[in-house]
């Protein structure tokens, strides 16, 4: 029996939002974190979209595009506190920070987030700034030796010390008392910082018996978590990611097909294993890499994408520009059927994958995997009913460069269950009204010899709901 998911924890549903990564990489500013705010207040909130998150560089009064200001002065305050750069936030000045944007974006009925890395800024501790509340100074609580490899910011903080948590503590009831409410905390898991983890998420409760605010923890990146991290993960965050940064490119998602196979069964209410950012619609305007552009993944791709991240829970935050993103992309945001299968399916899991060959068992003709995923259809945390009691959704998603049709060795049976094999059953296609290839997906045969039949576009996906008459 599948236990209702308590609404009262956060993130009871995978958080379906934007982050700015993407498309602006360090040098977002107010205007367009609003101009996204808005588009998604009118276009994306009835469906599920709901949270912004300004990624890394907020403090930076020299970010560029393509990478980071190495070394360069930061916005801090008398505690080392990260605090936004006022040309591009003009409504943190008078020491505001981000709380007039965070006003801004809750009146639109949505939340907001930012992005910050593991530790102490370096400028703290070379001005030696106290550590607030504390009779300790920043060279007394950062740890000089472990620092991230691609980001100079800042140092690490002693793992495991009181005045470490200070800092934290510090830290974060800033961010409370502007009314942020989601952080992505950044050089946490490659490699793995239990101690800082632990660090933060106790700041984070602090805050919130202080201000009252549930504030989400997600920690990046993900390259090499081991899923057995998971109890002492779903203790700390409500998100973790599990690969490195994805980019529009086919191989990136190929990637992803084991990493959520191996995490989906261990999806929990409340705690996501996130397999990172859809690079969909218009990105790469002053991003980290690449040009500006709309997303190179094709729309059979991206629908392959939405259903994967779907099927596996994972959080959805997408990095295109929303505004000036292509009408298809948004076409694909608006899909139902994303919050629909996030926030309400239960023991989801890939159940097929098989190797095909043009040729039997000749290697040089592998042309592809075909991949099956399932999962049962159960009522909502949010006390809205199950649509379709009793239903289940399957994907199969196929990874060859030419389009494959399915010649019947994927049974009904396969997602209802042996049980009701021999019940009436309907299919409905989830990407029906979707832009891209149109789907021919089908039940066909009699009672227990029903299987699922269409073709599959190059890189594509067949989603769909098996439904009891």
């Given at each position: 029996?599948t236990?209702?998911?308590?609404?009262?924890?956060?993130?009871?549903?995978?958080?379906?939002g934007?982050?700015?990564?993407d498309?602006?990489?360090?040098?977002?500013?107010?205007d367009?974190?609003?101009?996204?705010?808005?588009?998604m207040?009118e276009?994306?909130?009835?469906?599920?979209?709901?949270?912004?998150?300004i990624?890394?560089g907020?403090?930076?009064?020299?970010?560029?595009?393509?990478?980071?200001?190495d070394?360069?002065p930061?916005?801090?305050?008398?505690?080392?506190?990260?605090?936004?750069?006022?040309?591009r936030?003009?409504s943190s000045?008078e020491?505001k920070g981000?709380?007039?944007l965070?006003?801004?974006?809750?009146?639109?009925?949505l939340?907001l987030?930012?992005h910050?890395?593991?530790?102490?800024?370096?400028?703290?501790?070379?001005?030696n700034l106290?550590?607030?509340?504390?009779?300790?100074?920043?060279?007394?609580?950062a740890?000089t030796?472990h620092?991230c490899?691609?980001?100079?910011d800042?140092?690490?903080?002693?793992?495991?010390?009181a005045?470490?948590?200070a800092?934290?503590?510090?830290?974060?009831?800033?961010?409370?008392?502007?009314?942020l409410?989601f952080?992505?905390?950044?050089?946490?898991q490659?490699?793995?910082?239990?101690?800082?983890?632990?660090?933060y998420?106790?700041?984070?409760?602090k805050?919130?018996?202080?201000?009252g605010?549930r504030?989400?923890l997600?920690l990046?990146?993900?390259?090499?978590?081991?899923?057995?991290?998971?109890?002492?993960?779903?203790?700390?965050?409500?998100?973790?990611?599990?690969?490195?940064?994805l980019?529009?490119?086919?191989?990136?998602?190929?990637?992803?097909f084991?990493?959520?196979a191996?995490?989906?069964?261990?999806?929990?209410?409340?705690?996501?294993?996130?397999?990172?950012?859809?690079?969909?619609g218009?990105?790469?305007?002053?991003?980290?890499?690449g040009d500006?552009?709309?997303?190179?993944?094709?729309?059979d791709?991206?629908?392959?994408?939405?259903?994967l991240?779907?099927?596996?829970?994972?959080?959805?935050?997408?990095?295109g520009?929303?505004?000036?993103?292509?009408?298809d992309?948004?076409?694909?945001?608006?899909n139902?059927?994303l919050?629909?299968?996030?926030?309400?399916?239960?023991?989801?899991?890939?159940i097929?994958?098989?190797?095909?060959?043009s040729?039997?068992n000749v290697?040089d003709?592998y042309?592809?995997d075909?991949?099956?995923?399932?999962?049962?259809?159960?009522k909502?945390?949010?006390?809205?009913?199950?649509?379709?009691p009793g239903?289940?959704?399957?994907a199969?998603?196929?990874?060859?460069?030419?389009?494959?049709e399915?010649k019947g060795?994927?049974?009904?049976q396969s997602?209802?269950g042996i049980?009701?094999?021999?019940?009436?059953?309907?299919?409905?296609?989830l990407w029906?009204?979707?832009?891209?290839?149109?789907?021919?997906?089908?039940?066909?045969?009699?009672?227990?010899?029903r299987?699922i039949?269409?073709?599959i576009p190059a890189?594509?996906?067949?989603?769909?709901?098996?439904?009891?008459?």
């Amino acid at each position: 029996m599948t236990t209702l998911p308590d609404t009262s924890l956060k993130a009871w549903r995978p958080p379906m939002g934007w982050n700015s990564w993407d498309s602006y990489g360090t040098t977002i500013t107010e205007d367009e974190v609003l101009a996204n705010a808005r588009f998604m207040a009118e276009h994306l909130k009835a469906v599920g979209w709901d949270t912004l998150v300004i990624d890394a560089g907020w403090f930076d009064p020299n970010a560029h595009a393509h990478g980071y200001s190495d070394g360069t002065p930061l916005c801090i305050d008398e505690y080392g506190r990260q605090l936004p750069d006022e040309r591009r936030f003009p409504s943190s000045a008078e020491g505001k920070g981000f709380g007039p944007l965070a006003d801004a974006v809750h009146e639109l009925g949505l939340k907001l987030g930012v992005h910050v890395m593991r530790g102490i800024p370096r400028q703290a501790v070379h001005e030696n700034l106290p550590v607030k509340d504390t009779d300790l100074t920043a060279r007394d609580v950062a740890d000089t030796e472990h620092n991230c490899v691609w980001n100079h910011d800042n140092y690490g903080l002693k793992r495991g010390d009181a005045g470490a948590q200070a800092w934290y503590d510090a830290q974060v009831d800033l961010f409370a008392s502007w009314g942020l409410d989601f952080l992505k905390v950044d050089d946490m898991q490659t490699p793995f910082f239990p101690e800082e983890i632990e660090a933060y998420h106790n700041a984070i409760a602090k805050a919130k018996k202080r201000y009252g605010r549930r504030i989400t923890l997600s920690l990046s990146p993900g390259g090499w978590v081991a899923s057995t991290h998971v109890d002492f993960l779903r203790d700390v965050a409500q998100m973790w990611r599990i690969s490195d940064d994805l980019w529009d490119r086919w191989e990136d998602i190929f990637q992803q097909f084991p990493r959520l196979a191996r995490w989906a069964p261990l999806q929990r209410t409340g705690h996501w294993a996130d397999a990172d950012m859809l690079p969909l619609g218009h990105i790469g305007l002053r991003a980290e890499r690449g040009d500006d552009r709309q997303s190179r993944l094709t729309l059979d791709e991206q629908k392959t994408l939405l259903t994967l991240w779907c099927m596996g829970r994972s959080p959805l935050m997408v990095g295109g520009d929303l505004p000036t993103s292509d009408d298809d992309t948004i076409a694909l945001l608006t899909n139902p059927a994303l919050r629909e299968v996030t926030a309400g399916s239960a023991n989801n899991r890939e159940i097929v994958r098989e190797r095909l060959f043009s040729e039997w068992n000749v290697e040089d003709s592998y042309i592809g995997d075909l991949i099956v995923w399932t999962a049962d259809a159960v009522k909502w945390a949010d006390s809205t009913p199950c649509a379709h009691p009793g239903s289940h959704y399957g994907a199969i998603f196929w990874t060859g460069d030419e389009p494959y049709e399915l010649k019947g060795n994927i049974q009904l049976q396969s997602f209802v269950g042996i049980a009701d094999r021999n019940r009436d059953w309907t299919l409905a296609d989830l990407w029906a009204d979707a832009p891209g290839t149109p789907s021919d997906i089908r039940i066909e045969g009699e009672g227990e010899d029903r299987v699922i039949r269409g073709t599959i576009p190059a890189h594509g996906a067949l989603w769909f709901a098996i439904r009891p008459l």
